[in-house]
């Protein structure tokens, strides 16, 4: 989706993975830290995390991508999908 500033992103509200189960939401915002991927406000590029309170519940999550090109909020997503997958 593309905004009137520019800035483009996707986003999901059902993101699911049995891994996140075992984690909190601190955990989840500290490997998302880690990892380079949470939003920057500088450069208007990253992830943001939402819907965390079923994290350990159902292993579910929500989070936007966002950045300056629809192609580089893809890339981010797509970065974000495998990191979250792999906790």
Not at 20 to 27: F, G, I, T, V
Not at 41 to 64: A, C, E, Q
Request: proline content about 2%; overall charge positive; aromatic content about 6%.
């Amino acid at each position: 989706v593309t905004t009137r500033a520019g800035f483009h992103y996707t986003a999901t509200d059902n993101f699911v993975s049995k891994n996140l189960m075992k984690r909190s939401p601190a955990e989840v915002i500290a490997a998302v830290k880690k990892a380079g991927l949470q939003f920057d406000p500088k450069s208007n590029t990253g992830i943001v995390l939402h819907l965390m309170g079923t994290i350990r519940d159902s292993g579910k999550l929500g989070f936007t991508a966002i950045a300056s090109s629809e192609k580089a909020a893809d890339k981010v997503y797509a970065r974000a999908e495998k990191l979250l997958a792999s906790l």
